[in-house]
């Protein structure tokens, strides 16, 4: 499994591209801008387009992976009116949404599993993605902090439960991939984090 990671748009959100070696299928997730830089980063035929949540740093290139590769776009239900109200800054964004993901779904890339784990606090929709032993936490979780919750939607209180309830039981060895910023661990993310 090959994964890419690219810091995109104007708030330089995490985009990952993640690539099945054997079966050569790709998975992006939080597109956020810079679709040309990304569509040329993917080597595999592109299975899944996987967004962590509606904000518009994090989508702003779906409209443009979605046409060019034809890939279904996977979102919670939850945040699907954030897709709606950034259409007029990021395109025709909410037409192409597929699929609405929730805790428990899972799906394959090559023979991989990518386990889905909501994770609300940051928005209410807010999701996870868990491969092997890498967690993709959009930005509910990030290196020595957590997510904003002084957005509309956000859950001072939720964040913090999705955290306990659903990322601090993963072990300590798991790798952090953060919607922005370094990645990091659940070890250390257990003893460093300050909100925890």
């Known amino acids: 499994m090959d994964i890419k990671s690219f810091a995109v748009g104007v708030y330089l959100a995490n985009c990952y591209i993640i690539t099945d070696d054997q ?51 996977y979102m919670n239900e939850k945040d699907y009116k954030m897709i709606e109200c950034g259409t007029f800054m990021y395109g025709d964004i909410a037409k192409k949404v597929d699929k609405f993901i929730d805790d428990h779904d899972s799906f ?12 609300p606090g940051h928005t209410p929709g807010g999701m996870s993605f868990l491969v092997d032993n890498i967690i993709f ?14 957005f509309d939607g956000g859950d001072y209180d939720a964040i913090i439960n999705s955290i306990k309830q659903k990322l601090m039981v993963l072990p300590d060895e798991t790798i952090v991939c953060p919607g922005h910023g370094p990645k990091s661990s659940i070890g250390s993310e257990r003893i460093n984090n300050p909100f925890l």
């Open 23 to 73: 079966k050569k299928e790709t998975v992006v997730i939080d597109p956020g801008g810079d679709g040309e830089l990304l569509s040329k980063e993917i080597t595999g035929s592109l299975k899944y387009i996987l967004l962590t949540h509606g904000h518009a740093d994090h989508t702003g290139a779906v409209a443009y992976l979605k046409d060019k590769f034809n890939a279904p776009v």
């Open 108 to 119: 394959k890339i090559g023979n991989k599993i990518i386990k889905c784990i909501y994770t």
């Open 137 to 150: 936490t959009g930005d509910t979780l990030f290196l020595s902090s957590i997510g904003r919750t002084d």
